[in-house]
């Protein structure tokens, strides 16, 4: 249904020359694209703009790791559109390696409609979507480093999770109060999103066993 949706899309704001003609103006000398549904890339290849960011309002996901040579280890990491953690007993790998497969699936579908409409309103020259990513400078992930799970990665993949979160407020009085009983003191807060409810026992065995130390 997504690439359904990516082949009208697509089509529309292709057959559109008057808009595309007013990008082409603006003389642009870098765009930042949406690495989802790939139209971006498409009204970007029709003007002839070759300076490209990625971006993701998610995690990575396993078509763009794999076209821009970022590992993709279903043994450990878990799959981005996936429900599984990174634990590594048997029945979580291979759920994991089947939500990888579907992650990717899913992409490379989409991926593949919006370069079946490039080449019907481009012309069989156009750039496929996969060579376009493959040699994009960055992508813009939308991870906080220290709340993903741990991966290896590159450079060019950059995590801006948080980019737009508000400046602190001070602490309630009650809250200073408490803070201020010692010289030093660590508060582990998980917010509102990651409920501790559902933290594995060993995770939290973890923390404790970290601040014992």
Same mark, same amino acid.
């Given at each position: ?16 020359? &008057?808009?595309? $003609? $007013? ?19 498409? /009204?970007? &290849? !029709? ?11 998610? !995690?990575?996901?396993?078509?763009? !790791?794999?076209?821009?040579?970022? *590992? %993709?280890? *279903? ?7 996936? /429900?599984?953690?990174?634990?590594? @007993? ?24 919006? @370069? ?17 990513? !493959? ?16 991966? *290896?990665?590159?450079?060019?993949? %950059? ?5 737009? /979160? ?11 109060? %408490? ?13 509102? %999103?990651? $409920? ?13 066993? /970290?601040?014992?130390?």
């Amino acid at each position: 249904m997504l690439s359904r949706m990516t082949e009208l899309a697509l089509t529309n704001v292709l057959d559109n020359e &008057e808009i595309l $003609q $007013q990008l082409k103006d603006e003389n642009f000398d870098v765009a930042i694209a949406e690495l989802f549904d790939f139209i971006g890339l498409g /009204v970007l &290849e !029709a003007i002839g703009l070759k300076n490209i960011i990625g971006a993701h309002t998610c !995690a990575l996901m396993e078509g763009t !790791a794999l076209a821009i040579g970022a *590992p %993709v280890l *279903p043994s450990y990491m878990p799959a981005s559109l996936g /429900v599984t953690n990174d634990s590594t @007993d048997i029945w979580t790998r291979a759920l994991n390696l089947l939500f990888t497969y579907l992650s990717w699936y899913f992409q490379t579908g989409i991926a593949s409609a919006a @370069d079946r409409v490039m080449k019907a309103k481009l012309g069989p020259n156009a750039t496929p979507v996969w060579d376009t990513v !493959a040699n994009i400078s960055w992508v813009l992930v939308n991870s906080e480093p220290l709340m993903e799970f741990e991966k *290896p990665t590159l450079h060019k993949v %950059v995590d801006i999770g948080g980019l737009g /979160v508000h400046k602190p407020k001070p602490l309630s009085e009650e809250w200073d109060r %408490v803070l201020n009983l010692r010289k030093q003191t660590v508060l582990i807060s998980f917010g509102t %999103v990651a $409920q501790s409810r559902y933290m594995p026992e060993s995770m939290k065995k973890a923390i404790i066993k /970290v601040v014992k130390s």
